[in-house]
T-cell receptor, first 113, second 115 residues
Framework: GDSVTQMEGPVTLSEEAFLTINCTYTATGYPSLFWYVQYPGEGLQLLLKATKADDKGSNKGFEATYRKETTSFHLEKGSVQVSDSAVYFCALSDNTGGFKTIFGAGTRLFVKA | ETGVTQTPRHLVMGMTNKKSLKCEQHLGHNAMYWYKQSAKKPLELMFVYSLEERVENNSVPSRFSPECPNSSHLFLHLHTLQPEDSALYLC??????????????FGPGTRLTVL
Protein backbone atom coordinates (compact mmCIF):
# COMPACT_ATOMS: atom_id res chain seq x y z
CA GLY A 1 0.00 0.00 0.00
CA ASP A 2 0.89 3.66 -0.17
CA SER A 3 3.25 4.99 2.50
CA VAL A 4 5.22 8.06 3.55
CA THR A 5 8.56 8.04 5.34
CA GLN A 6 10.06 11.16 6.81
CA MET A 7 13.16 11.77 8.83
CA GLU A 8 12.92 11.26 12.55
CA GLY A 9 13.30 14.22 14.80
CA PRO A 10 13.70 16.22 16.69
CA VAL A 11 15.69 18.57 14.53
CA THR A 12 17.35 21.41 16.43
CA LEU A 13 18.70 24.42 14.54
CA SER A 14 19.90 27.90 15.32
CA GLU A 15 18.01 30.86 13.91
CA GLU A 16 18.91 31.63 10.27
CA ALA A 17 20.18 28.08 9.64
CA PHE A 18 19.20 26.11 6.54
CA LEU A 19 16.50 23.51 7.00
CA THR A 20 15.93 20.24 5.17
CA ILE A 21 13.39 17.65 6.25
CA ASN A 22 13.50 14.56 4.08
CA CYS A 23 10.37 12.82 2.86
CA THR A 24 10.05 9.84 0.54
CA TYR A 25 6.91 8.07 -0.54
CA THR A 26 5.62 4.85 -2.03
CA ALA A 27 2.54 5.00 -4.21
CA THR A 28 1.06 2.91 -7.00
CA GLY A 29 -0.27 5.88 -8.96
CA TYR A 30 0.53 9.56 -9.24
CA PRO A 31 -0.44 11.10 -5.93
CA SER A 32 -0.67 14.70 -4.81
CA LEU A 33 1.91 15.55 -2.14
CA PHE A 34 1.55 17.86 0.83
CA TRP A 35 3.44 19.32 3.75
CA TYR A 36 1.39 20.17 6.82
CA VAL A 37 2.59 22.02 9.92
CA GLN A 38 1.28 21.77 13.47
CA TYR A 39 2.09 24.52 15.94
CA PRO A 40 1.81 23.80 19.67
CA GLY A 41 -1.79 23.47 20.82
CA GLU A 42 -3.23 23.64 17.31
CA GLY A 43 -4.44 21.36 14.55
CA LEU A 44 -2.53 20.72 11.35
CA GLN A 45 -2.53 23.33 8.62
CA LEU A 46 -1.45 23.00 5.03
CA LEU A 47 1.97 24.51 4.39
CA LEU A 48 2.39 23.69 0.69
CA LYS A 49 1.45 21.16 -1.94
CA ALA A 50 2.40 19.79 -5.36
CA THR A 51 0.10 17.86 -7.65
CA LYS A 52 2.40 16.45 -10.35
CA ALA A 53 6.01 15.59 -11.07
CA ASP A 54 8.46 18.51 -11.07
CA ASP A 55 5.94 20.85 -9.46
CA LYS A 56 7.40 23.04 -6.75
CA GLY A 57 5.21 24.03 -3.83
CA SER A 58 6.19 27.09 -1.82
CA ASN A 59 4.85 29.15 1.05
CA LYS A 60 6.29 31.36 3.81
CA GLY A 61 9.85 30.73 2.58
CA PHE A 62 9.41 26.94 2.57
CA GLU A 63 9.78 24.96 -0.65
CA ALA A 64 9.44 21.35 -1.77
CA THR A 65 9.76 19.81 -5.24
CA TYR A 66 7.84 16.72 -6.37
CA ARG A 67 10.57 14.33 -7.60
CA LYS A 68 9.04 11.32 -9.27
CA GLU A 69 12.37 9.72 -10.17
CA THR A 70 13.45 9.62 -6.51
CA THR A 71 9.91 9.46 -5.06
CA SER A 72 10.78 12.34 -2.77
CA PHE A 73 9.28 15.62 -1.57
CA HIS A 74 11.90 17.15 0.73
CA LEU A 75 11.02 20.33 2.64
CA GLU A 76 13.56 23.17 2.64
CA LYS A 77 13.88 26.66 4.01
CA GLY A 78 16.87 28.88 3.59
CA SER A 79 16.75 30.69 6.93
CA VAL A 80 14.62 29.41 9.79
CA GLN A 81 13.12 31.54 12.53
CA VAL A 82 12.17 30.72 16.10
CA SER A 83 8.53 30.96 15.01
CA ASP A 84 9.08 28.00 12.66
CA SER A 85 9.35 25.67 15.67
CA ALA A 86 6.59 23.13 15.09
CA VAL A 87 5.93 19.58 13.91
CA TYR A 88 6.02 19.05 10.14
CA PHE A 89 4.09 16.26 8.41
CA CYS A 90 4.64 15.00 4.88
CA ALA A 91 1.53 13.47 3.30
CA LEU A 92 0.18 12.03 0.07
CA SER A 93 -3.26 11.61 -1.39
CA ASP A 94 -4.05 9.55 -4.45
CA ASN A 95 -6.06 10.97 -7.31
CA THR A 96 -8.66 8.22 -7.50
CA GLY A 97 -11.13 9.58 -4.98
CA GLY A 98 -10.19 7.26 -2.15
CA PHE A 99 -10.53 9.89 0.59
CA LYS A 100 -7.44 8.63 2.31
CA THR A 101 -4.47 10.85 3.01
CA ILE A 102 -1.37 9.02 4.20
CA PHE A 103 0.63 11.03 6.72
CA GLY A 104 4.23 10.58 7.76
CA ALA A 105 5.06 10.28 11.44
CA GLY A 106 5.98 13.96 11.74
CA THR A 107 9.28 15.71 12.39
CA ARG A 108 9.58 18.09 15.30
CA LEU A 109 11.67 21.18 14.65
CA PHE A 110 13.17 23.33 17.41
CA VAL A 111 14.75 26.63 16.41
CA LYS A 112 16.96 28.37 18.99
CA ALA A 113 17.46 32.12 19.13
CA GLU B 1 -16.86 31.56 12.43
CA THR B 2 -14.51 30.49 9.70
CA GLY B 3 -12.71 27.29 8.85
CA VAL B 4 -13.20 24.23 11.02
CA THR B 5 -14.26 24.55 14.64
CA GLN B 6 -14.29 21.90 17.34
CA THR B 7 -15.90 21.80 20.77
CA PRO B 8 -15.01 21.26 23.47
CA ARG B 9 -11.28 22.03 23.29
CA HIS B 10 -10.57 20.00 26.40
CA LEU B 11 -12.52 17.12 27.92
CA VAL B 12 -11.89 14.97 30.97
CA MET B 13 -14.16 11.99 31.43
CA GLY B 14 -14.42 8.85 33.46
CA MET B 15 -14.55 5.43 31.87
CA THR B 16 -18.29 5.11 32.48
CA ASN B 17 -19.25 8.52 31.10
CA LYS B 18 -20.89 9.30 27.77
CA LYS B 19 -19.81 12.42 25.96
CA SER B 20 -19.78 13.82 22.43
CA LEU B 21 -17.27 15.78 20.41
CA LYS B 22 -18.59 18.27 17.88
CA CYS B 23 -17.06 19.53 14.67
CA GLU B 24 -18.41 22.16 12.29
CA GLN B 25 -16.94 23.28 8.98
CA HIS B 26 -17.80 26.60 7.33
CA LEU B 27 -16.01 25.91 4.05
CA GLY B 28 -18.71 24.28 1.95
CA HIS B 29 -16.74 21.04 1.78
CA ASN B 30 -18.21 17.64 0.99
CA ALA B 31 -15.96 15.38 3.07
CA MET B 32 -15.29 15.32 6.81
CA TYR B 33 -12.84 13.26 8.85
CA TRP B 34 -12.03 12.20 12.40
CA TYR B 35 -8.38 11.55 13.28
CA LYS B 36 -6.76 10.42 16.52
CA GLN B 37 -3.36 11.88 17.38
CA SER B 38 -1.47 10.15 20.19
CA ALA B 39 1.97 10.98 21.48
CA LYS B 40 4.74 9.31 19.47
CA LYS B 41 2.30 7.62 17.06
CA PRO B 42 1.36 8.54 13.50
CA LEU B 43 -1.90 10.30 12.84
CA GLU B 44 -4.67 7.67 12.75
CA LEU B 45 -7.63 8.09 10.43
CA MET B 46 -10.77 6.93 12.23
CA PHE B 47 -13.77 7.81 10.06
CA VAL B 48 -14.53 9.57 6.78
CA TYR B 49 -17.87 10.92 5.63
CA SER B 50 -18.63 12.08 2.12
CA LEU B 51 -21.92 13.88 1.54
CA GLU B 52 -23.11 12.55 4.90
CA GLU B 53 -22.35 8.91 4.04
CA ARG B 54 -19.64 7.01 5.86
CA VAL B 55 -17.00 5.93 3.36
CA GLU B 56 -14.16 4.85 5.61
CA ASN B 57 -14.09 3.11 8.96
CA ASN B 58 -10.65 1.97 9.97
CA SER B 59 -11.35 -0.80 12.49
CA VAL B 60 -12.24 1.64 15.24
CA PRO B 61 -13.66 0.17 18.48
CA SER B 62 -17.41 0.44 18.82
CA ARG B 63 -17.04 2.68 21.87
CA PHE B 64 -16.47 5.43 19.28
CA SER B 65 -19.61 6.20 17.28
CA PRO B 66 -19.61 8.87 14.56
CA GLU B 67 -22.60 10.83 13.31
CA CYS B 68 -22.84 13.17 10.34
CA PRO B 69 -26.30 14.79 10.21
CA ASN B 70 -25.36 17.13 7.35
CA SER B 71 -22.29 18.07 5.34
CA SER B 72 -21.32 20.83 7.80
CA HIS B 73 -21.48 18.93 11.08
CA LEU B 74 -19.73 15.88 12.42
CA PHE B 75 -19.98 14.30 15.85
CA LEU B 76 -18.01 11.65 17.67
CA HIS B 77 -19.99 9.98 20.43
CA LEU B 78 -17.90 8.43 23.18
CA HIS B 79 -18.92 5.81 25.76
CA THR B 80 -17.10 3.48 28.13
CA LEU B 81 -13.71 4.68 26.97
CA GLN B 82 -10.37 3.36 28.19
CA PRO B 83 -7.39 5.36 29.47
CA GLU B 84 -5.48 4.51 26.27
CA ASP B 85 -8.11 6.48 24.34
CA SER B 86 -6.67 9.68 25.81
CA ALA B 87 -5.40 11.67 22.84
CA LEU B 88 -5.96 14.72 20.68
CA TYR B 89 -8.96 14.17 18.39
CA LEU B 90 -8.79 16.17 15.22
CA CYS B 91 -11.59 16.90 12.81
CA UNK B 92 -10.85 17.86 9.21
CA UNK B 93 -12.73 18.62 6.02
CA UNK B 94 -11.87 18.62 2.33
CA UNK B 95 -13.59 19.60 -0.87
CA UNK B 96 -13.79 15.94 -1.86
CA UNK B 97 -11.54 12.89 -1.76
CA UNK B 98 -9.55 13.23 -4.95
CA UNK B 99 -5.85 14.05 -4.83
CA UNK B 100 -5.38 17.78 -4.79
CA UNK B 101 -8.99 18.26 -3.76
CA UNK B 102 -8.22 16.18 -0.70
CA UNK B 103 -6.27 19.08 0.79
CA UNK B 104 -7.49 18.92 4.35
CA UNK B 105 -8.47 21.72 6.67
CA PHE B 106 -8.12 20.82 10.32
CA GLY B 107 -9.81 22.06 13.42
CA PRO B 108 -7.79 22.81 16.58
CA GLY B 109 -8.67 19.47 18.13
CA THR B 110 -10.22 18.24 21.35
CA ARG B 111 -7.73 17.15 23.99
CA LEU B 112 -9.40 14.13 25.64
CA THR B 113 -8.29 12.65 28.94
CA VAL B 114 -9.89 9.44 30.17
CA LEU B 115 -9.48 8.76 33.86
Amino acid sequence: GDSVTQMEGPVTLSEEAFLTINCTYTATGYPSLFWYVQYPGEGLQLLLKATKADDKGSNKGFEATYRKETTSFHLEKGSVQVSDSAVYFCALSDNTGGFKTIFGAGTRLFVKA
Amino acid sequence: ETGVTQTPRHLVMGMTNKKSLKCEQHLGHNAMYWYKQSAKKPLELMFVYSLEERVENNSVPSRFSPECPNSSHLFLHLHTLQPEDSALYLCASSQDGRGTYNEQFFGPGTRLTVL
